[in-house]
């Protein structure tokens, strides 16, 4: 969905490095999430976020922090790679009324 | 054809012929579904939803059924087209609780 974008689409880091990676939306909404995306786990919960500065843990939060400055903006970052968390990282957006979420294009992220 | 996203992740349909995706969600407690359709290097993308308080929701080409007592989810898809190619993945939530549980997706092929 090109509403929700996030950058870069592909990274490639080594372990011990902090890596950022951000989100936009130009959708207007409150709501903000972060999952993770392997092979035969489906998607899972980072954190997410109901509003400017509101943060709230997901159900695998470890290892992973988040920030929220500003309302169309939501940044993931791991403070220190490690192998294990090479994955597909999507954001998304919902409006608080349904439980739709709108997601972005992904980012690949692989740590050697 | 007919399959069972956690037991049988692939599924094969002719062009033009009706497709039958099935998950079994976890938890007896959740009365919101949702179906999303991911295509290869994008994000899922919403399809359609459900609450616990009905058993089937029509959207153009799609049909959701909802079996409660057998926990039970599926999504037809009528007149396969190719475009239809794609993984579907179920989620299953709680209504205020925001953890979204997915499923680990069904790759729905597409034979010309």
């Known amino acids: 969905d090109a509403d929700v974008t996030q950058t870069p689409r592909n990274r490639i880091t080594k372990t011990g490095k902090r890596i950022m990676l951000e989100c936009s939306q130009t959708?207007?909404?409150?709501?903000m999430y972060w999952y993770r995306q392997d092979p035969g786990l489906g998607l899972r919960l980072i954190y997410y976020?109901?509003?400017?500065?509101?943060?709230n843990k997901g159900e695998i939060s470890d290892g992973y922090s988040v920030s929220r400055q500003a309302q169309a903006k939501f940044s993931l970052s791991l403070e220190s790679a490690i192998p294990n968390q090479t994955a597909l990282y999507f954001c998304a957006t919902s409006d608080g009324h349904r439980e739709k979420l709108f997601f972005g294009s992904g980012t690949q992220l692989s740590v050697l | 054809g007919e399959s069972v996203g956690l037991h049988l992740p692939t599924l094969s349909v002719q062009e033009g012929d009706n497709s039958i995706i099935n998950c079994a969600y976890s938890?007896?407690?959740?009365?919101?579904f949702i179906w999303y359709k991911q295509e290869s290097g994008k994000g899922p993308q919403f399809i359609i939803d459900?609450?616990?308080?009905?058993d089937k929701r029509q959207g153009q080409r799609v049909t959701v059924l909802l079996n409660k007592t057998v926990k039970h989810l599926s999504l037809q898809i009528a007149a396969t087209q190719p475009g239809d190619s794609a993984v579907y993945f179920c989620?299953?939530?709680?209504?205020?609780?925001?953890?979204?549980?997915f499923g680990t997706g069904t790759r729905l092929t597409i034979i010309p």
């Open positions: 976020s109901f509003d400017v500065k509101d943060i």
């Open positions: 938890n007896s407690a959740s009365d919101y």
């Open positions: 989620a299953e939530k709680i209504s205020g609780n925001e953890k979204l549980t």
């Open positions: 959708k207007g909404h409150d709501r």
């Open positions: 459900i609450r616990s308080n009905m």
